[in-house]
Every structure is written in structure tokens, then in C-alpha cells.
């Protein structure tokens, strides 16, 4: 059956970079639009950033020029390059897919971005 599975998380200073995967089995990522979301304890989810099937990549503003959404098509993954970044990233980073209008979405990787 259909997994994503985030990783890349951590611990980082202010200022630094990350780069977040997102893996996936039973689906080809090259064919599904990727979205990244990410949300903090007690707060609504946001919307991060997405790439399409056909390359297109659109970033919310809070991260735009700083994150980065590429693709790995042999890999079968998707990554999330994080720069530049500031306490206010600190929160759960998801990464979601759809097929045949079923969502499915990884398990979570934590940011933590300290001073």
C-alpha cells in the first residue's frame, strides 16, 4: 500500500539549513503532485509549498526564497531544502500526495531551530 515517509529533521541554529526527504512506496512521486506542510502544537496547519507533476513549484510566502522543492525521480523522493531559517520554523514538517482523490500523508519530521 501507498507510504510517504519523512526524514531530515533536527536540531539547527538560526540561520541554517536542512534538507527534508520525502520517500514514497506503492506511488510514483513523479506522476503526483507533492505538497509540504507544516504545523506547530495547538495551531492549524500551513501550507508550505508544493511541486507538480510537470516541475511547477509554488511556496507560500513565508518561506518563499528561502525554501527549495526538487525532485528526485530515481529515488522516488522529494525534498524540502530549508535555508536561512528562524525560530518561527520550528514545527512537524508533512509531506502529502494524492491518487485517484486519496490523500496520503508521511508520519512527520520535526524542525527545531534554536538560537
Known amino acids: 500500500h501507498v507510504q510517504l515517509m519523512e526524514s531530515g529533521g533536527g536540531l539547527v541554529q538560526v540561520g541554517g539549513s536542512l534538507r527534508l526527504s520525502c520517500t514514497a512506496s506503492?506511488?510514483?512521486?513523479?506522476?503526483?503532485?507533492v505538497t509540504w506542510y507544516r504545523q506547530a502544537p495547538g495551531k492549524e496547519r500551513e501550507w508550505v509549498g508544493v511541486i507538480v507533476s510537470g516541475g511547477v513549484r509554488k511556496y507560500a510566502d513565508s518561506v518563499k526564497g528561502r525554501f527549495a522543492i526538487s525532485r528526485d525521480n530515481d529515488l522516488n523522493t522529494v525534498f524540502l531544502q530549508m535555508n536561512s531559517l528562524k525560530h518561527d520554523d520550528t514545527v512537524m514538517y508533512y509531506c502529502k500526495t494524492s491518487r485517484r482523490e486519496r490523500y496520503y500523508w508521511g508520519q512527520g519530521t520535526q524542525v527545531t531551530v534554536s538560537s
Open positions: 506503492s506511488i510514483f512521486l513523479s506522476t503526483n503532485a
